[in-house]
């Protein structure tokens, strides 16, 4: 099956959360269990980025992207750039992917290549 | 409230120290209790960010104490990332403002070069959100280095703007005995000479290495005490007019124009107001550069020039020493250092130093009104202060 990141909504009000948080912003409900995990949508906007060149040991290559993206639903988040020559503003299209290897974990997250 | 002074003040070189991180706090704060003429405190703060995680050390309060000789006094860590310093400095002051007590030690330490620079920046990246952003391998540089980007598109910041800022504060850092770089620098050598790329090779595309505060070990104290206590120790009247703080999303992505430092803006009104004061009356501000984009922003954001504009008060050397705001005197992070915990109150002993007249080469003449910034996270925790001579 398709891996997913979620987004919270909120059952008060609607507004959607990502990352997850305990209470809503927009209408002050409380309680983890008042909200709905939404699949993240995988298309978007690079709003921004950049290559990163010192890395933590565990990463195996000499710089690493990475990007704030606006996905289609307005939500931001961030991940991992598989784009050799990014610009600001291009489309992009996410998988998840393991994107951190700890000793005795994969962590799995979003890798935006170009649409 | 009672107004609350700073009686004394002390600092260890920030460099690589080789000796234990309850002496690097320690230190300072023995040269600060002999500068107040105080041999006892009411209470101790220890500001510290990675004791637990980089020295492999907790309950630092109890080490200091006691290496201090001042048990049985109260001694607490106060950890808040790279903002402890201030925050501990804003419970020192809440102590004393209080009618608790009448004078306390707040000393500030890190040592982190203990760990190599990787090791030294993925614990700085902890800080971060653990889920939506610290798995993704993003590190403080990689949040600025974003940030710069979109302040380039935006306004025209260039990475010649960014260059001035590195200059201009190892220029600075030369005149500070206790900086961590003695090492004049120039916008020819680090970005237009044919080996300005090998001098000064990328972190986080567009950052380089110049856009970047060194990784230091360091302690730096202050002592805070009530006007009944100053009475008494007949020290120069520096008065903590105003303190401000303010948080912002921990996931940076999540602020609605990402071009803001919102946590800036709104803790630096905060300190004003509370000061009764306005930008206009700063003469000396200390801000928290760990990456020369964030002195520009900064200097927006608290109010002394219009969003947009810095970076052409900087060109206009509006914030070098001898301008009409001289900002970071010190040297800043970049050129002074940034050991997290005690950068917050090696502002303040920069500002402390300011006001008493006492600067030296790199004093600002006639300084009555200072001002220091110490930002948290990437600007989700941030602490302003203004400081205030009385005559
Ligand atoms: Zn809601």
Redesign the interface.
Known sequence: MERQIHAYACRRCGALHYPFRMVCRECGENGPHEFDPVPLPKEGTLLTFTFVHNLPAEYEVARLGLGVVELSNGLRMLGQLDIADPKLGMKVVGEVEVVRREAYARRYGMVFRAA | MREVYVAGIGITSFSRLEYPLAEIAAYPAMLALRDAGLKAVDQVYVANMGSARINNQTALGSAVVDTLGLTPTGAERIENGPASGASAVKQGFLGVAAGMYEAVLVTGCERMREVN???A??FV?TMT?P???Y?????L??HA???T??YM?RYGVTARHLAMVAVKNHANAMLNPFAHLHQPITVEGILDSPEAFTNN???????RFFDCCPVSDGGAAVILASREKMAELGKPLIRLAGIGQATDTL????RPD?TDLLAVRRSAASAFAMAGLTPGDVHVAELHDAFTILEIVESEEAGFFPKGEGHLALEKGATALGGPLPINPSGGLKGKGHPVGATGVGQVHEIVTQLRGDAGERQVAGAKVGFTCNFGGFGNNVISMVFVREE
Do not use: K, S
């Open positions: 620079n990787l090791e920046t993925d990246a959100h889920l939506a952003e798995i993704y391998g993003v590190t540089p990689a280095a974003m940030f980007r979109l598109e090779p990328y972190v986080a595309e567009p950052l996931a940076v992505f999540e990402p």
